[in-house]
């Protein structure tokens, strides 16, 4: 159930080499992608040497089967970009929303690029500068816009591929997994020196097309075979031969965002050997090994559709408790939480999902969920089950405590948003009304994913943020907030002061 936190956005992006229309790819692998952002989408194809574009607002449409023929006729070519996005960064208003859904473009001294991007940027401010130096007037509504001014104007400096994306890598901070086509039909990908946002390659069976996706899902429902997960710091081109790998920058820490696996990617994709919906089975196997006393003293598991449900089958699993299926989703009510008001959360919940109380009555109940962010909506849900007879309500949480904001694209931009930034588990529980709240440790979640610390960012858990803009906005933020200074709108209010 989560807190419906938004990510910034998912990629996808191919070329056919037998020159077929791409767009169905373009199309499908956003489709399949929307749960990485669902205000706005967008495609791009590339057609001898010229750029079609279609940008829209809100989730990717169903398409009429008479009207795909307009869309291919609209959006011709062999090679495109797509982009599905929560904004993070920019204005929210509706004007501002449909200039800054991305795919981008931009053309200086006759080159010309289109950027598809996932993350955030954080030294905005400084790129800003520069560019508003080469391009008079320069604003932008997503950070996709700074990516491709930038890119562009190393290229007018009359650096090649690799060495323009590797200025980009060395300066600009923040998480940044790309794919962008080139004026002359040139196509690639690119990531961060941290590997902050996932990005895979894949390749259909015949070898005629490639294709880039943040997420496997991207590549499964097109029928492509997954190749590999971009690596930090990694240029990949693609030629009729096949990927061309070049490792740009190498960094020792690597940083692939840990949320990732608790909440915001499709269970069914994978990132690297496991698909996340193991991992999360390992989650609650792990929450049962951590906490023997809370598992002995209940009767039954309830998870909250979809997000804990992988979890809660793992509990189950471990400790041969029931896992009570008494909560069900009501199928085609899909608002979202976030943008009703606080009074109303109750009855959306209530709308969304449908608990039985006759199942719990009486019951010592374990739940199990995602994360608590802000932490209302794991106190109604408490509420709710206690109101429905439950004896006791322990609530098991697969993402540790969340103690610090996300620079890198996720939704979490201030301390004082955060529950866990101001109290320990045990005021929490307090203050949701549990019997218990259980957090899984960071050990546990590190162990669970296959990956070593190393690996992953941990930032929101630990503080320890991997790039240095980041770590200095953070420590500035948190000394105000202990001040007691209001924290208002995003976070990069106090970005200029510290850049
Ligand atoms: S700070 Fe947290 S949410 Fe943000 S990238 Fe790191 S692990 Fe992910």
Redesign the pocket.
Known sequence: MGEQLKIACGVFGAINFQKQPIFSYIYWGLRAQNHRGHQSHGFLTYNNGKIHVHRSLDLVPKLKTNAIQEWFGRLPGHIGIGNVRYTTSGKTDEASLIKGTQPVTASKNGLKLAVSFNGNIVNTFQLKKEISKEFPGFSYECDADLICHKLLIEFAKGKDLASAVETCMQEIQG?FSVAAITKDGKFFAFKDPYG?RPLCAGHSKDHSTYAFSSETVGLNINELERDFELEPGELVTVSKDGFGRKKLVNRRKK?F????FAYFARPDSRFDEKYVYEIREEFGRNLVRENPDVVKDADMILSLPETGDDSALGVHEESGLRWERASRRHRYVTERAFILLNRERYSTIDKKINILAPKIRGKRVIVTDDSIVRGDTTKVIVEKLRKMGAKKVYVFITFPR?I?P?????D?ATYGQLIGSKHSPEEITEIIGADAVCYQSIEGLIKATGFNREQ??????TGK?PTPLAQKIADEMKKRFMKGYEETGRLYGIAEAVE
């Not at 965002?257 to 990732?260: K, L």
């Not at 996300?406 to 996720?410: A, L, S, V």
Request: charged letters at 5%; aromatic letters at 18%.
């Open positions: 998480a902050i940083a965002c840990a949320f990732e969340i610090g996300c620079f890198y694209g996720i979490m992953l960012c941990l930032a929101c858990l943020y």
